[in-house]
């Protein structure tokens, strides 16, 4: 069990001193909310008429209604950049090396998933702060209770990451995936209006959103940073993630997925 541990603080070390290296992804995951959250609320309240929404026996402005949004944004970017990172290792070889540890594949691939969360989740922190400069506070205590939502966000978008990783054949395919999937994840969920708004558009539309994984995992932040608990968002998000890793280890098995593809190709 050591050698287990060992191995995942070496794969989560590795990952951070990545992530420090690479300024600009951080600068990235900051900023792109924060326009979200200083240009764009403006507009989307104007435009949609949600000056005040009444989600949770209170009414909370537009601006503090999107903050779990844009939380559950920076995870779902960083879990593509993850990806990206696993599609780079894969061209270089290095991940083929680490596959080939005595270690079992699905540690392995947990332990990138954990080193790719702790990033986001210091993202998600950093965000929150500077958000709370700009005097939009959030209950103290949901500041802390909504670690363990992010944990289990992070994980399910960061295993979305891994799935799509392992079938990317060449880097640059990856741009136009990565695309095809953030941006229907994002805009077809609770991210920027709630479901109720959506309904007044489409029922189709709202039926799309409530079955979004990422919609869940949205609700679960929002929830837990008004220190309460949604049962149904837990259990959906946790349902996601499971299905994602284990899709994902199929695509890193030999023998179905990545490795023999490109055996072949």
């Known amino acids: 069990m050591n050698a287990w541990l060992v191995a995942?603080?070496?794969?989560?070390?590795?990952?951070?001193?990545?992530?420090?290296?690479?300024?600009?992804?951080?600068?990235?995951?900051l900023v792109r909310p924060l326009v979200w959250l200083v240009v764009f609320a403006a507009g989307f309240r104007a435009a949609l008429g949600m000056s005040i929404i009444p989600p949770y026996e209170t009414y909370i402005t537009y601006e503090v209604?999107?903050?779990?949004?844009?939380?559950?944004?920076?995870?779902?970017f960083n879990g593509m950049q993850s990806s990206l990172s696993l599609v780079y290792d894969q061209e270089m070889g290095s991940m083929r090396l680490l596959l080939t540890s005595p270690l079992p594949r699905w540690w392995l691939?947990?332990?990138?998933?954990?080193?790719?969360?702790?990033?986001?989740?210091?993202?998600?922190?950093?965000?929150?702060?500077?958000?709370?400069?700009?005097?939009?506070?959030?209950?103290?205590?949901?500041y802390v209770l909504v670690l363990p939502a992010l944990l289990l966000s992070g994980l399910m978008l960061?295993?979305?990451?891994?799935?799509?990783?392992?079938?990317?054949?060449?880097?640059?395919?990856?741009?136009?995936?990565?695309?095809?999937?953030?941006?229907?994840?994002?805009?077809?969920?609770t991210a920027?209006?709630?479901?109720?708004?959506m309904a007044e558009s489409s029922t189709l539309l709202r039926d799309i959103c409530?079955?979004?994984?990422?919609?869940?995992?949205?609700?679960?932040?929002?929830?837990?940073?008004?220190?309460?608990?949604?049962?149904?968002?837990?259990?959906?998000?946790?349902l996601a993630f499971a299905v994602f890793f284990g899709l994902a280890l199929l695509g890193y098995d030999p023998a179905h997925g990545m490795s023999r593809r490109r055996k072949g190709g």
Do not use: D
């Open 158 to 189: 960061g295993a979305l990451g891994l799935l799509i990783s392992s079938t990317i054949r060449q880097l640059e395919n990856f741009a136009g995936v990565m695309n095809f999937v953030i941006f229907p994840m994002f805009f077809l969920s």
């Open 65 to 76: 209604y999107i903050i779990p949004g844009l939380c559950g944004m920076i995870q779902l």
């Open 210 to 238: 409530a079955a979004n994984p990422f919609t869940h995992a949205v609700e679960l932040i929002r929830f837990a940073l008004y220190q309460r608990l949604n049962g149904w968002a837990l259990l959906w998000v946790a």
């Open 109 to 142: 691939l947990l332990s990138k998933l954990l080193a790719g969360v702790a990033v986001s989740v210091l993202q998600v922190y950093v965000f929150l702060a500077v958000a709370a400069g700009f005097g939009i506070v959030l209950p103290g205590w949901g």
């Open 192 to 197: 920027l209006y709630p479901l109720w708004k």
């Open 8 to 29: 995942m603080l070496a794969i989560v070390r590795r990952e951070a001193a990545r992530f420090v290296h690479q300024r600009s992804r951080f600068l990235a995951a």
